[in-house]
């Protein structure tokens, strides 16, 4: 897992994210703005959450982050997998 904008951007570039993760809290909402692009052109799916502040303890820090993601989901493989495909589902239109 990669955590903070810097260290996600690093890793949508090089096509290492499995998910992203971005807070909705952001501000200025510039520092986080390019990552939907970046995410859009290398086809890697991301969601946005509520809270940076949550999206930080989510992820085991204890200061906010902007956002966060998934590089290599371990034993948790195929959660990963159907929250992708959930989320793909989702910005297609189709429900299930």
Known sequence: ?????????KAVERGQAKLVVIAEDVDPP?????L????????IVYVFVP???????????DVQCAAVCIIESGEAS???????????????????
């Open 1 to 9: 897992m990669r955590k903070g904008t810097n260290e996600t951007t």
């Open 30 to 34: 510039e520092v986080v703005a390019h």
């Open 36 to 43: 939907p692009i970046l995410c859009d052109e290398r086809k």
């Open 51 to 61: 809270s940076k502040e949550k999206l930080g303890s989510s992820v085991g820090i």
């Open 78 to 96: 195929d959660l990963v997998k159907e929250i992708v495909t959930r989320i793909q589902r989702i910005k297609e239109g189709s429900s299930g």
